[in-house]
């Protein structure tokens, strides 16, 4: 999204805004849609997505340190492929995470995910290809779309941050539900990965526990001002 200039972000946000007036009262609160750049190497980032899955953030990050030394210090399917299994138990991976590993490996050797071509491919044979890995599902492969492929027409609804920015947003009294999200993120097309920014965004706003299913919302209203 960063690489697609200052002039086509304005207008996805405007257009966004339009679709929606809780939204725009929101996006005039929070401020300039800014998303992060993408590290440029799609394995890489993609290995790193499997070794942080369910691992607080400081443990995950020595073991994939651990991992990085283990084969050679540089992430390629190549270097993956070439130690043992028993050489990535060793930095600290379990036997799922390894296999995923060593399959996301194989599969990006093989041509089976096209790494070097992944960015002619539309989004959902990206999610088709990248869920055929063992250890990454579709919510792994669109936020792959979103932060490292810039895909500005995502929108994960199974996503509990964005579940509860659209709550919040939209002051609802339950925790909106993926079908119902799904319905609602129609109007965005075909900028819902904006849309599902800000819905990030106000929960980073409120700084508040994160609402789970049964649990009552909190109203937009107790959104901070943005500092001018």
């Not at 043992?84 to 599969?107: M, Y």
């Not at 319905?183 to 508040?208: D, I, M, N, Q, T």
């Amino acid at each position: 999204m960063t690489g697609l200039g200052m002039q086509t972000m304005a207008e996805a946000v405007a257009a966004v805004a339009a679709a929606d007036p809780l939204m725009a009262a929101f996006i005039e609160r929070a401020g300039a849609f800014e998303p992060r750049a993408g590290a440029g190497d799609y394995f890489a980032t993609l290995a790193r997505s499997i070794l942080f899955q369910q691992l607080a953030g400081r443990a995950a990050a020595a073991i994939h340190t651990r991992f990085v030394a283990a084969i050679g210090g540089e992430v390629t399917p190549a270097a993956v492929l070439a130690v043992s299994p028993e050489a990535l138990r060793g930095a600290g991976l379990s036997a799922n995470k390894t296999a995923a590993i060593r399959d996301l490996a194989t599969k990006a050797a093989d041509g089976s995910v096209p790494l070097r071509e992944l960015t002619m491919l539309d989004d959902d044979d990206i999610i088709a290809r990248l869920s055929a890995v063992r250890g990454i599902g579709r919510w792994t492969a669109e936020m792959f779309l979103l932060f490292e492929l810039q895909r500005m027409d995502v929108w994960p609804v199974e996503d509990y941050g964005v579940r509860n920015g659209w709550t919040l947003i939209h002051s609802l009294p339950t925790l909106i539900k993926p079908k119902e999200l799904q319905v609602e993120g129609e109007r965005f097309r075909p900028y819902r990965s904006v849309a599902a920014w800000y819905c990030w965004r106000a929960v980073g706003l409120l700084r508040k526990p994160m609402i789970l299913p049964g649990q009552q919302a909190i109203t937009i209203s107790e959104v901070p001002e943005k500092e001018t």
